[in-house]
């Protein structure tokens, strides 16, 4: 009779083990698209992958045996993978946000917890040989191990917490960001990418609430089902990783990056006269806002003025964002068009294509929010007055 080393509980770890190597894979070798964001996501994924075989390996009720039996020697070894997990991650975020985004030195940080803990390991379990880890692994009682076991385990977690709120911090970022670089910004869903983010840093915020129930009922010895969060996480991540990969497949569609942000006194300090001037002359005469992919490198590229400091004079003399600026100008073009008599049989969705908008939804909102009333009441009060 086959030996059963999966309970149904299991199942769930064992699934979210092969969805993420089976779309690590997948990204690697088949997806094409931003290969740097592929390759993060992937080796988000792998990490993920090692968590449940951790949280196998080492309180599996069955599947912990047969682990002793095959060799010691996997014990812990994919535990160092919590503390990777939540890196990639971050990193794949700011891959995705950033334009040409490239690892800097002091990223080297974000690994520097992984290093400390696989040299702790090295010396705590790898060191010894195969009789001590069998007769350890044996004897073995999660309640009776080392207090300060503890406390790495809940430093872990705070961390992993910790890195989920920069991932939150760099999708508000860009939120604000994108309306200084795009005019057309309709065709950015960012709901994927907040579902995600958010879900993980929930299930992270689970692991502390874990740890510290944990930490609470053997040293003050109140009882709190620990295990129970602990399942409900694992369930949580299966969803989340499914959930990610049905998503993944549309990033190239629905996302733009932003220009990372650096810090410049004296560009932030000084505006040309000249380049306000030049900007105003050549929307007047030259109208590129009726480009309907215009963004702020093409009008940079137009009006020969660099990127950053046409945000800048853009964001300060004009007070506005690039997204408000070049819209505005759009909607005073659709004033002109609406207020001619010979172009009363054209239609709203033409107006608005005419003038620039990919949105109908944009056009509307704007026209009001500028003019106080919707285009077509302002096309009747022109009618009206004519």
């Excluded at 945000?311 to 005073?332: A, K």
């Excluded at 620039?356 to 009001?368: E, P, Q, Y």
Aim: proline fraction near 3%.
């Amino acid at each position: 009779m086959s030996t059963v080393i999966f309970n149904t509980l299991d199942l769930a770890l064992v699934f979210t083990i092969y969805q993420c190597i089976l779309f690590a894979f997948f990204l690697v070798v088949i997806k094409k698209g931003n290969k740097q964001s592929n390759l993060l996501l992937a080796f988000f994924l792998l990490s993920y992958a090692a968590i449940p075989l951790d949280t196998l390996i080492n309180f599996g009720e069955d599947f912990r045996q047969y682990a002793i039996n095959f060799t010691p020697n996997v014990f812990y070894i994919f535990g160092t993978a919590y503390w990777l997990e939540a890196v990639f991650l971050l990193f794949y975020v700011r891959s995705l946000i950033y334009k040409k985004y490239r690892f800097k030195k002091h990223d080297l940080l974000y690994l520097l917890p992984f290093v400390l803990y696989f040299i702790y390991e090295i010396g705590n379990w790898y060191m010894f040989d195969i009789e001590t880890k069998l007769a350890i692994l044996n004897g073995y009682h999660l309640e009776e191990q080392p207090a300060y076991t503890r406390y790495i385990n809940l430093f872990r977690e705070c961390f992993r917490t910790f890195c989920g709120i920069l991932c939150l911090i760099e999708l508000l970022h860009y939120q604000q960001q994108i309306k200084n670089e795009y005019a057309d910004i309709e065709g950015v869903d960012l709901t994927w990418l907040k579902i995600l983010i958010i879900g993980f840093l929930i299930i992270r915020i689970q692991a502390v609430l874990v740890t510290l129930g944990f930490m609470t009922s053997i040293e003050l010895n109140i009882v709190i089902n620990y295990p129970l969060l602990g399942q409900l996480s694992n369930f949580m991540t299966m969803f989340l990783i499914s959930f990610l990969i049905f998503f993944n497949l549309g990033i190239s569609k629905l996302f733009t990056g932003i220009e990372k942000p650096t810090v410049n006194n004296q560009e932030k300090n000084t505006i040309d006269p000249e380049q306000i001037t030049a900007l105003t002359l050549y929307m007047k005469e030259h109208k590129p806002y009726l480009n309907h992919l215009l963004n702020i490198d093409n009008l940079a590229t137009q009006v020969f003025i660099p990127p950053r400091q046409l945000s800048q004079v853009i964001n300060r003399h004009f007070e506005q964002n690039f997204f408000e600026f070049i819209n505005g100008y759009r909607i005073e073009e659709s004033k002109a068009l609406l207020s001619i008599e010979n172009n009363a049989k054209m239609t709203m969705l033409e107006i608005m294509d005419q003038v620039g908008f990919n949105s109908k939804a944009t056009f509307n909102t704007f026209f009001k929010k500028i003019v106080g009333m919707t285009p077509t009441q302002y096309r009747k009060e022109q009618s009206n007055q004519t």
